[in-house]
C-alpha cells in the first residue's frame, strides 16, 4: 500500500502532464513529498456543456485542477475530529470494492473521479532484512497520472475537507511490483493511467469506469532505493 508520493515540481510538469497550469503558489501550496492528510493537487473534469439530452450519451469534459488532502473523507463522517481520524486509513481504495465499500461507494457511483499527477510513489523493500525505502518512477522520467477519487464533506459551521484516495489493483504477479511490501501480504499498486485514457478516464460510467483498473507495465517503470536518513528527513 502506497502511503507517500512525491508531486510535480513546476508548472512545465504540470503544463507536460495534464496541459493545466498549476497555481501560481504551487510551491507553498503543495509540497514535493506527499504523505495521508497532506495536501495535493488533483485533476477533475470540468463540464464544458450541459449535460446532453440523450442520458446514454456523454458530455464534452475540459480538465480541472482541485487541491485536497490525500485520504478521503466519506459524506457520513460525523466530526472533523472524526474525519482526522479516518481520512489517513483510507488514502488507497481497492479496485475491487470500491462499489461496495461503505467507505468509497458513494464517491464511485456518483462518477467522482480524478487523477492525481506524481512523479513517482514510494514502497517498502523487505528483502535486504530491513525496509528499505524505494522510489517507483516511470522509466522515461515523465510524471505519471493516477486514477483516484474524491469527495467534498462538509461539517458544522461550514467547515470543509475536499480528499481524495488512490484506486490500487492487485500486484502479486507483476514483474517489479511483487518484490514490495509486507512479506506474505498481498502487493498493490496505484493505477497508473496512460496519458490517451485521462479524460475517457474522468467521463466514463461507474459500469465502464473499471475497465481501466489494470496494472501499469512493468517495463515502463524503474525502481530506485532511498537513503533511509533522507527519506524521514523529508517526512518530518
Known sequence: MSTHFESLHSTDQYLEALALAPPA???????????????????VQAPLTDSPAD??????VGRQLRSGQWGLVPSWVKSASDAKLRSPKLINARHETVSTSNNFREAWLQGQRCIVPMMAFFE????????????ISRIDGKPMGAAGLWSRWVGEEGVEIISFTLLTVNANSHALMHRY??????????????????????????EKAKEFMRPFAAERLRANPVERKGTQAVRS
Open 181 to 206: 511490501q509486507n512479506p506474505g501480504a498481498e502487493k498493490r499498486m496505484p493505477v497508473i493511467l496512460s496519458e490517451g485514457a485521462y479524460d475517457a478516464w474522468l467521463s466514463a460510467r461507474p
Open 124 to 135: 517498502d523493500d523487505h528483502r535486504p532484512g530491513k525496509p528499505l525505502p524505494t522510489r
Open 55 to 60: 442520458p446514454q450519451e456523454i458530455a464534452p
Open 25 to 43: 503558489d504551487l510551491s507553498t501550496l503543495v509540497a514535493r513529498d506527499i504523505w495521508p492528510r497532506k495536501p495535493a493537487l488533483f485533476m
